[in-house]
């Protein structure tokens, strides 16, 4: 839509001057009468806050939800980005006006829009969109019929109190700048300038379901140390969100929150703390204060200053659990702990970032490879919906290039395992949901992008993305990556070519499928001419899961798969990085070799989940224990094999063909290290649970299919049809 449709002719307001790191105060008065109806639509850029006669509108956080909201000027680089859109909320509030004049008042600035980070020998590092600016539409009905109210020049614009604000790392609030009195009615705003008309965002303005941040927790953290410094306080878990405090200092006097996701001995792990910091300078008066726009990644945090701490206050985007797995086997309920923990606290203004706190950005490589657990585990439908159209936006209409991140921020990553979301991210949806238009609307796009990695290829082999960005493989193995980025990108570009097959059948594109399938050819030829010894059955020595990339694509011969087993077999850790985890414990499970992923999920060596929990994660790492870097400690990249747990483990999968679960199949994977399992879905049709008992040399199984549920159980030789409500197998072990 156009801004016309959404706000009329209400205006984009700010201030005169270029000052990107500004916040503001947005004052507009406007008269109801015996008002039936009322509806806001409001913006403000960065986030927003917006107030009716000094009470905040609605619960939701960090609004508008991130997007890639305008075009940048040269940015990024000789490149134009498919789309630009904004996302409106609307209010409903009618309960909220009073008779007579009413006050809206809009405190915005901040966030992603203002944000910048200059790179160095970057040419064109101003990553920031514009300047702070709002809007406001109201309308509706009251005592002479239809009414409307807009932002106009007659508002009043006030300096916010916040300053020394960096997006990812701090905020500071001076109450000596002004106060939230401005957000009352009765405050006297006659001393202060007219905002001014301020150039609109070239954009386009939607509406979504898709799933704001909120508080979704409250905590109330351990005081674990105190001194006349400070008072150290731990969470007992990493999270996201911010301390609410109590301030009681003098006036001028400043109250400060230090953040970290470790303690090195009795404080503060300074290497954990990725520069996060909250400041309060206090004008004298008594209040709870809590940062306002942003939030920190962190399990212990220390309080500087007079402040009495009342809670933290857990934030992320508003979706559920909907997902319950548990087994004799504690390592694998804690794997599936993690990655909730891990996978929420990422999920943050409609984006699933890398991590909460140094970066925030939704990479399209960890985005793709969780985002199959994550459709498992919780009600993401209308998050991932959005985010789908991050990635569209994000591809480049002159070369079909895919940026690493969706929305556009400029980071690292890789032309396989990063820009094939643009396929992977739509056909798990349509997998899990059943709605086939993400499929038509993917398809050309994948197709571009498909040309763009053929130009970037030399004998068959993805040797190049972008030029002077990154081309990586793998990530995040435990020692140097030593899978060639061209053997994984390869990977990537050709199980993205067998998904485009898929979906042309899908949508009636048949004859694009001798193109794909000549590609996969060539493409797998490449990888066996170059990465496969004939002498022992191995692509690259089979380390870092190189073998299961290379099965999970139809290569190999006879020795390959034994070889994969035998390496494993003999490790107690992984030497995998993100991708290559995932590849390994699938293809274990897929091939009937549960027991041994059982056995590397809950493996003890250093490399592993196992040394995570023993060293106090609460969050998945971004790297495993031990390895030559690391950075965070919240990263839910090694996570996505938790979908595993339910596809195999539980074995709630559909037959193949199947989507939105329309044909569902139970067909657990026994192992011999689980005796007793239980868990549940939540699918397009309701509530599916599975469970069993082994016992006296029989397995005792209770599954739970939902009303008009096509389903059958599987079991070696046993097939049976599953009907509504409660079914029972006793088998033999």
Not at 398 to 420: D, E
Not at 589 to 617: C, I, Q, T, W, Y
Request: with cysteine; glycine share 8%; charged share 25%.
């Amino acid at each position: 839509m156009k801004q016309n449709e959404v706000f009329a002719s209400a205006l984009w307001l700010g201030s005169n001057d270029d000052n990107t790191d500004a916040f503001y105060i947005l004052r507009g008065k406007f008269s109801v009468s015996e008002v039936k109806k009322a509806t806001l639509r409001v913006l403000g850029l960065g986030f927003f806050h917006c107030y009716i006669n000094g009470r905040r509108v609605g619960d939701d956080l960090f609004l508008p939800l991130t997007t890639d909201y305008e075009p940048r000027k040269n940015f990024p680089s000789g490149e134009i980005l498919s789309g630009h859109r904004i996302y409106v909320p609307e209010y409903d509030i009618t309960d909220m006006l009073c008779e007579g004049e009413n006050v809206i008042a809009i405190h915005f600035g901040g966030g992603w829009y203002t944000f910048n980070h200059p790179i160095e020998n970057f040419k064109d590092s101003d990553m920031r969109f514009g300047v702070p600016k709002a809007i406001w539409r109201i309308f509706g009905e009251d005592k002479g019929g239809s009414f409307e109210a807009l932002s106009s020049e007659e508002d009043i614009l006030l300096p916010g109190f916040i300053k020394n604000y960096f997006f990812p790392r701090r905020e500071y609030q001076d109450y000596f700048l002004n106060s939230e009195d401005a957000f009352l009615p009765d405050f006297d705003d006659s001393d202060f300038p007219k905002a001014k008309a301020v150039t609109p965002p070239y954009t386009t303005y939607h509406f979504t379901s898709c799933p704001k941040d909120k508080v979704c927790e409250i905590l109330y953290p351990e005081k674990i140390a105190e001194n006349e410094e400070y008072t150290l306080y731990d969470c007992g878990k990493n999270t996201t969100g911010y301390p609410v405090i109590e301030i009681t200092h003098p006036e001028k006097q400043a109250v400060k929150c230090i953040f970290s996701e470790e303690l090195s001995g009795s404080a503060l792990d300074e290497g954990f703390s990725h520069w996060q910091e909250f400041t309060v300078i206090s004008d004298g008066k008594k209040r709870l204060v809590h940062p306002l726009f942003t939030w920190f990644g962190f399990r212990y945090f220390a309080v500087y200053g007079k402040a009495e701490l009342k809670c933290v206050e857990v934030i992320h985007s508003d979706v559920t659990v909907t997902g319950e797995f548990e087994s004799d086997n504690e390592m694998l309920n804690k794997i599936h702990e993690l990655f909730i923990n891990t996978q929420l606290t990422n999920m943050h203004g409609g984006i699933p970032s890398d991590c909460p706190h140094l970066e925030r950005r939704g990479y399209t490589g960890d985005g793709q490879l969780c985002c199959h657990a994550a459709m498992t585990l919780l009600s993401a439908k209308d998050f991932y919906r959005k985010w789908i159209y991050d990635i569209f936006d994000c591809q480049d209409t002159l070369t079909g290039h895919v940026q690493y991140t969706a929305p556009y921020t400029h980071s690292g990553g890789g032309p396989g395992g990063w820009g094939c979301a643009i396929i992977e991210v739509p056909y798990r949806y349509y997998l899990h949901y059943g709605e086939t238009d993400v499929l038509s609307e993917c398809y050309p796009k994948a197709k571009r992008y498909f040309d763009y990695l053929e130009s970037h290829s030399e004998n068959n082999l993805v040797i190049a993305d972008k030029e002077g960005e990154w081309c990586l493989g793998d990530w995040c193995t435990p020692t140097f990556v030593a899978l060639p980025a061209p053997f994984v990108n390869n990977y990537f570009y050709i199980k993205s070519l067998y998904r485009a097959i898929e979906v042309a059948k899908i949508i009636g594109s048949e004859a694009d499928i001798p193109l794909f399938e000549e590609r996969i050819e060539a493409r797998k030829k490449a990888i066996r001419n170059a990465y496969f010894n004939p002498w022992d059955g191995n692509f690259l020595g089979g380390v870092q899961g190189a073998n299961a990339f290379a099965l999970d694509i139809g290569l190999g011969d006879h020795r390959t798969y034994p070889n994969l087993i035998s390496r494993y077999e003999k490790m107690n850790e992984f030497d995998t990085g993100i991708f290559g985890t995932d590849i390994l414990i699938r293809l274990l499970f897929e091939r009937g070799n549960g027991d041994l992923a059982v056995k590397m999920l809950s493996s003890g060596g250093v490399h592993s989940f196992s040394e995570m929990v023993k060293r106090g994660a609460t969050t998945i790492w971004e790297y495993w224990p031990e390895s030559l870097r690391n950075r965070s400690l919240n990263h839910p990249m090694f996570g996505a094999v938790t979908a595993y747990l339910y596809d195999y483990l539980l074995g709630i999968r559909q037959k193949e063909g199947s989507k939105g679960y329309d044909d569902l199949i139970i067909a657990p994977v026994l192992v011999d290290e689980i005796n007793h399992l239980s868990g549940k879905r939540v699918l397009p049709k309701g509530e599916v649970s599975v469970s069993y008992e082994k016992k006296d040399e029989k397995v005792y199984f209770t599954i739970t299919i939902p009303e008009g549920q096509n389903a059958e159980f599987i079991l070696r030789e046993t097939k049976s049809p599953l009907s509504s409500g409660e079914n029972r197998f006793t088998l033999d072990l």
